[in-house]
């Protein structure tokens, strides 16, 4: 079970937008529409913020959007804000077992 | 509003079992739309999904942790635990236990998650 494959890190200045990759294989995120993505704050626990690619939990801010093309899912964050600096991770459905994380992007807002 | 929450002790010796509780309240987990789970973060590190139990007790492993890896669930008390056999300093990491839904999968609730240290 191979992790998924994202940036180590990404940043952008306040009010811009970033995108997040996500690459795995056909047998996960290419095979199946269950992308989830996590927002971690340090020393805090991971926050649902994306799940199905591209639908939103309730009372996350829309400013958060997923997408997938091919075997690369990808997470935008616009109108960037300071409290949007963590790191992410991206989760896939697979052939072989429920749940696989990407290794994990720290996004820093200059 | 459901809350989990991860107990038992924060050292455990090389080739000891770590032992680990999850206790969910504001919600009953016999649901049938949901598996129970286990994932780890060692210092610095991404997360590692180690594996998800059903209220049955049907379960899935990562392949990577299989042999020394048991998830049990208790229906009477709302409660779902970890085993992790012969452990080594790898092992070390914060410990989160999380609800995953079914029809999404996705885990959307997580407990604080618990640091467990393997040192002598």
């Known amino acids: 079970q191979s992790a998924l494959t994202q940036p180590a890190s990404v940043s952008g200045s306040p009010g811009q937008s970033i995108t997040i990759s996500c690459t795995g294989t056909s047998s996960d995120v290419g095979g199946y529409n269950y992308v989830s993505w996590y927002q971690q704050h340090p020393g805090k626990a991971p926050k649902l913020m994306i799940y199905?690619?591209?639908n939103r939990p309730s009372g996350v801010s829309n400013r958060f959007s997923g997408s997938k093309s091919g075997n690369t899912a990808s997470l935008t964050i616009s109108g960037l804000q300071a409290e949007d600096e963590a790191d992410y991770y991206c989760?896939?459905?697979?052939?072989?077992?429920?749940?696989?994380f990407g290794g994990g992007t720290k996004l820093t807002v200059l | 509003q459901l809350q989990l929450q991860e107990s038992g002790p924060g050292l455990v010796k090389p080739s000891e079992t770590l032992s680990l509780t999850c206790t969910v309240s504001g919600g009953s987990i016999s649901s049938s739309s949901y598996y129970w789970g286990w994932i780890r973060q060692p210092p610095g590190k991404g997360l590692e999904w180690i594996g998800s139990i059903y209220y049955s007790g049907s379960t899935y492993y990562n392949p990577s942790l299989k042999s020394r890896v048991t998830i049990s669930v208790d229906t009477s008390k709302n409660q779902f635990s970890l085993k992790l056999s012969s452990v080594t300093a790898a092992d070390t990491a914060v410990y989160y236990c999380?609800?995953?839904?079914?029809?999404?999968?996705?885990?959307?609730?997580w407990g604080q998650g618990t640091l467990v240290t393997v040192s002598s």
């Open positions: 199905e690619v591209s």
């Open positions: 999380a609800r995953f839904v079914v029809v999404v999968a996705a885990n959307d609730y």
């Open positions: 989760s896939s459905y697979t052939s072989s077992s429920p749940v696989v």
